[in-house]
């Protein structure tokens, strides 16, 4: 079993849906990442968090260290946010990141 | 991700050949990381490099794996006689501090290697 697990895998929406994706993770942790990879493979971070709620935009992330879960969210959903979202939880014991494999974003107009 | 420079962005060997990989970090940021994605898999670490310093390489393959990031210049990620095994992104990350839980990292754009 991968440390960090993403849901799902893929995800089709249409353009103004709002949108969920889903990090858990299984090791002790100092923060939690979520980043975001573009066709073409360039990777940026959106949000670097150890507790409670961080707001960007149209982008929300949260994170419940009791219970070792993470959301992303994106409310009204553009064609524009379709990508690839990486979940990464800097391991508190190793301090290195360890990567879910990715939840692959359609946002359809 | 204007800050951190891979080049190239994609890289084409043949079998037994060598490959390197360049990487310069942000202005400022003396703390570079390497990454490995392989087709469909997460990336994972691979070694953590200071200026001269190798600070944890319990990522890297045992063999034809190295890494440096000398005093001046890139840091550089070389791979020895390629196998097709090795035909993956591999991204950079640089920070300006020590542990990364202090702040987020910047990656580059990867360098994309294909082994024929």
């Known amino acids: ?109 | 991700n204007a800050g951190v420079m891979q080049n190239p962005r994609h890289l084409v060997r043949r079998r037994g050949q060598e490959a390197r990989l360049r990487c310069s970090p942000m202005k400022g940021h003396s703390h570079v990381y390497w990454y490995r994605q392989l087709p469909e898999e997460g990336l994972k670490f691979m070694v953590y490099l200071q200026k001269e310093n190798i600070i944890d390489e319990s990522g890297m393959p045992k063999e034809r794996f190295s890494a440096e990031f000398p005093k001046e210049g890139p840091s550089i990620l070389r791979i020895q006689q390629v196998v097709r095994g090795d035909s993956a992104a591999y991204f950079c990350a640089s920070s300006p501090l020590r542990r990364i839980a202090q702040g987020p990292q910047h990656f580059g754009d990867g360098t994309r290697l294909s082994i024929l």
């Open chain 1, 1 to 109: 079993k991968n440390e960090v697990e993403q849901s799902p895998q893929n995800l089709t929406a249409q353009e103004g849906e709002f949108i969920t994706i889903n990090c858990s993770y299984s090791v002790g942790i100092s923060a939690l990442h979520w980043l975001q990879q573009h066709p073409g493979g360039g990777i940026v971070s959106l949000f670097m968090l150890s507790s409670g709620k961080k707001k960007h935009g149209r982008l929300i992330a949260t994170i419940n260290i009791q219970e070792k879960h993470s959301s992303l969210h994106i409310t009204a959903s553009h064609p524009r946010d379709s990508a690839v979202y990486i979940c990464a939880v800097l391991s508190y014991n190793t301090d290195k990141l360890i990567f879910g494999t990715g939840t692959r974003l359609q946002v359809f107009p």
